[in-house]
């Protein structure tokens, strides 16, 4: 699948049309999360599993575009109750529908997965892609899947690129490309911190 053409002396996050560090937080209200931004910064990020090897990342890339489009539909129906999340997920509860909502646990744990391998990575340089996804997957999704769902991402795990070559597609100045994504990952990771707290709590319970 062709990627888009990144930019001479940039990096291919450059090229992304949403990114999680241009996601607005409401800290005044409980730290809501921009509904829109942050489906586009997800959808975006999706775009890395193509780097990783298409057909084994294929379902990966498939199950977060899915949860996206749940939670995006449910936007589309109320969009003045769902201009942020939690306020989308409260409004979806209370119509005894939790599509979206399960859509977005779903997408939080996969962005939570991503984040872990991409940081761990990033963290260590002797590291190989497939170590640090693979430990990543253990301490994330795992827990959730079922032993049918198991075999198709540890299949991916062990089919990452070498690390080399993942981060030379990402950009050719490898110093920039590391600087941009732990910026990228610690605004993902906090996001990740603020929805799974909500998730957790009794509001998002269905």
Known sequence: MATAQIPEGGTLLDTFKGSFTRVPIDAEHGNA??????????????????????????????????????????????????????????????????TATEGLLWLVRGLEFTCLALSQNVANHDHE??????????????????????????????ACPYRKDFYSKLGSDE??????????????DKIVAILKAFLESKEAKW
């Open 33 to 98: 999360v921009s509904t829109t931004e942050f489906l586009d910064a997800a959808e975006s990020l999706t775009t890395m599993f193509d780097l990783l090897g298409s057909v084994a990342f294929a379902p990966v890339k498939k199950d977060m575009m899915g949860n996206v489009e749940k939670i995006r539909k449910r936007q589309l129906a109320a969009p003045l109750e769902s201009q942020n999340l939690q306020d989308l997920v409260r409004n979806e509860l209370k119509t005894k529908s939790h």
């Open 129 to 158: 892609l497939s170590d640090s996804f693979r430990n990543a997957y253990g301490a994330t999704l795992k827990p959730h899947h079922s032993f049918l769902v198991k075999p198709v991402f540890s299949a991916a795990m062990s």
């Open 175 to 188: 110093e920039k490309v590391m600087e941009q994504l732990r910026e990228y990952l610690a605004a993902l």
